[in-house]
């Protein structure tokens, strides 16, 4: 529950902080996809990632996806939350992949939030492997009541 809340003020918190930036920057979508591959400034990345989630920009998709696997954890958490913004069905695949196999807890619950929003049936395959296998007990809550769900419970 604290994760859960700690991952809700930052998205809340971050929705205003990428309105200000946008007011002051003036980017175009163009550019802020630009920023995904071309900067190595973590705080850039962020902001880009941000932008392009509340925005919705399709085109992004690539570069986030990509992004899932870098080094830092932070990146690969936005990533997750603008691709489930987006709501593509073409990243669910990454984004079944981060909750199956990304060492950081926090990546992998954004990720199978992520994949929630988004509603693809692809990920059921994803959330039995991850319930055999994860750790981490707020996911494994946040799966065991999905199952509840999907049973009637």
């Not at 930052?10 to 309105?19: D, K, N, P, R, V």
């Not at 925005?55 to 690539?62: I, N, Q, R």
């Not at 997750?80 to 196999?101: K, Q, W």
């Amino acid at each position: 529950m604290k994760r859960t809340l700690c991952i809700m003020l930052l998205i809340l918190t971050s929705g205003a902080f990428i309105y200000a930036q946008e007011a002051k920057s003036g980017k175009t979508a163009r550019e802020y996809i630009t920023d995904l591959s071309s900067s190595g400034d973590e705080n850039t990345i962020i902001q880009a990632e941000r932008w392009l989630g509340e925005k919705k920009v399709k085109d992004a998709v690539p570069g986030l996806i990509n992004l899932l696997s870098d080094k830092r954890e932070t990146v690969r958490i936005e990533a997750a939350v603008a691709l489930g913004l987006i709501g593509e069905e073409s990243s669910v695949d990454a984004l079944d992949s981060a909750l199956l196999n990304d060492e950081s807890p926090q990546v992998r619950y954004a990720a199978m939030l992520a994949t929630m929003r988004i509603g693809s049936k692809k990920s059921i395959e994803a959330y039995k492997q991850s319930k055999e296998k994860e750790t981490d007990p707020f996911i494994k809550d946040l799966l065991a009541k999905m199952e509840d769900k999907l049973k009637g419970k």
